[in-house]
């Protein structure tokens, strides 16, 4: 079955994607149906004709044409210009800093002054990751929390033991 994009007559070289609370996107692909049903509900929402649909195919030559490189060009040397301001760049970096170690929610790795405190901190993100799968929708996974915190009890020694072996082994300090 072919796939449509949904797309912003406004920007129409970005098709509109979904996130998650980490910030993970993904690209809102419909079949023809629900594509055409998706943009009408919203367009009579919000009272406007603003968005369309489009083939995966289309809109990718689509941006491949000249007219569409050149408006990412320009568009590019635009946002340059604007981040050129102090304030948006103080905004951008804080952004970057929440969000660069982030891994489809996981955040990694993270900084210690020595083998110890690298030690406590990884246990504290195990049992932070614990408690963020110990939720009901997990729990419909079968044994997954369960087999989750038998591993952390059972092999977070060992794991630790052979992470320091592999750095002994491969970075000599």
């Known amino acids: 079955m072919e796939k449509y994009l949904i797309l912003n007559k406004n920007m129409p070289l970005t098709p509109l994607s979904v996130f998650d ?18 943009v009408e509900e ?4 919000y009272g406007e004709d603003l968005l369309f649909f489009m083939k995966i195919k289309e809109w990718l030559k689509l941006r491949e044409s000249p007219q569409a490189v050149e408006f990412q060009d320009k568009l590019h040397e635009d946002v340059a ?27 990694i790795p993270f900084e210690a002054d020595n083998n110890e405190d690298y030690e406590k901190k990884l246990k504290d993100e195990l049992e932070g990751f614990i408690k963020e799968i110990d939720r009901p929708a997990f729990r419909k996974e079968g044994s ?27 970075f000599r300090v």
Not at 21 to 37: C, F, M, P, V, Y
Not at 84 to 95: A, F
């Open 81 to 107: 210009k604007l981040l050129d301001c102090p304030e948006i760049n103080e905004i951008s970096k804080r952004i970057c800093e929440a969000t660069d170690k982030n891994i489809n929610g996981f955040m």
């Open 42 to 45: 919203q367009n009579q929402k």
């Open 144 to 170: 997954l929390v369960d087999d989750v915190k038998k591993l952390y009890k059972e092999e977070f020694d060992e794991a630790i033991r052979i992470i320091k072996k592999y750095y002994k082994t491969n």
């Open 21 to 38: 609370k980490n910030w993970n996107g993904q690209i809102i692909e419909r079949s023809l149906e629900d594509a055409k049903r998706y």
